[in-house]
């Protein structure tokens, strides 16, 4: 097994429900949704009021998770919505879920 480190994440930030949409990549998750909130996590954030994380999914190797990220924001919005709305229907919120 590989050891904490190299894991990752691959996360969807929004402004609302199927609105704007933000992808990133992170091996520190409520670290980086911390700094969206905040305003320094990335300017596109910033610019259209990116704040709520609506999905993650947890990779074994950063390497991957990067790759996975570079896929996902190829995706057609609609692709998107499906993969949000898979684990999240309702759009939530899970930064609390992370703390």
Known sequence: MENEQS???VYIMA???RGTMYVGVTADL???VFQHRQGTGSDFCV???LRNLVWA???ELIEACIAQEKRVKRWRREWK???VER???DWL???DSLI
Do not use: C, I, S, V
Request: charged residues 40%; aromatic residues 20%; without cysteine.
């Open 7 to 9: 894991r990752g994440w």
């Open 15 to 17: 402004d609302r429900y």
């Open 30 to 32: 409520a670290k980086r």
């Open 47 to 49: 610019r259209y009021g």
């Open 57 to 59: 999914e947890r990779g």
């Open 81 to 83: 919505f499906e993969l």
């Open 87 to 89: 684990g999240n229907p």
């Open 93 to 95: 919120d899970l930064y």
